[in-house]
């Protein structure tokens, strides 16, 4: 990961991630009532997203609960090979290193770097900053790429619905390109 993160008016200025995934995702869904919502943009090579996270998702109060904090590495990772690559894939091992409290309601930076891809298989760095650029957690996954058909029978929505997400993330907006 870079020794600093982006700043938030610099994440601003980023090509945003056109992609909305078509089911429920707890974490990038914008329909789902209890999701964390999150909006990624483009990086050079991967994303970046600013969020913050309800005390809701607390484990000790005023901590963001471990699983949150995975989940959050987990889906950044997946957006990054979205945006990078238009492959959806499906995370093989998760490592997390959890560095300090990740406090509940305070701004933060995830950041997802492609480290290397090559299909069938892809590694993925992510890190959560603080607002004064701390590293408070930090992970690394791999990934396999099965058949796009396949995943989208298991998620039940029609292959060119998920061909057209994938599509839409590596899109750039006019303003961006």
């Not at 994303?47 to 996270?53: D, E």
């Not at 904090?69 to 997946?78: F, N």
């Not at 790429?145 to 899109?171: H, N, T, W, Y």
């Amino acid at each position: 990961m870079p020794d600093a993160p982006l700043t938030k008016d610099a994440i601003a200025a980023l090509p945003p991630v056109l992609g909305r995934w078509p089911g429920t995702c707890f974490v990038c869904s914008p329909g789902h009532p209890h999701g964390l919502g999150l909006r990624f943009h483009h990086t050079e090579d991967g994303v970046v997203c600013t969020t913050a996270i309800s005390a809701h998702y607390c484990g000790f109060d005023g901590m963001v609960h471990g699983g949150i904090i995975s989940t959050l590495m987990d889906e950044t990772a997946a957006y990054a090979l979205f945006a990078r690559y238009g492959k959806l894939g499906v995370t093989r091992e998760l490592t997390t290193r959890f560095l300090k409290p990740v406090p509940t309601g305070a701004e933060l930076t995830v950041q997802g770097r492609v480290a290397s891809y090559t299909p069938p298989t892809a590694e993925v760095t992510m890190a959560i900053y603080d607002q004064s650029g701390e590293v408070l957690a930090e992970a690394k996954s791999s990934w396999s790429f099965p058949r796009l058909s396949r995943i989208a029978a298991l998620a039940g929505v029609k292959e060119e619905v998920l061909q057209q997400f994938l599509d839409d993330c590596q899109r750039m907006d006019a303003e961006h390109a």
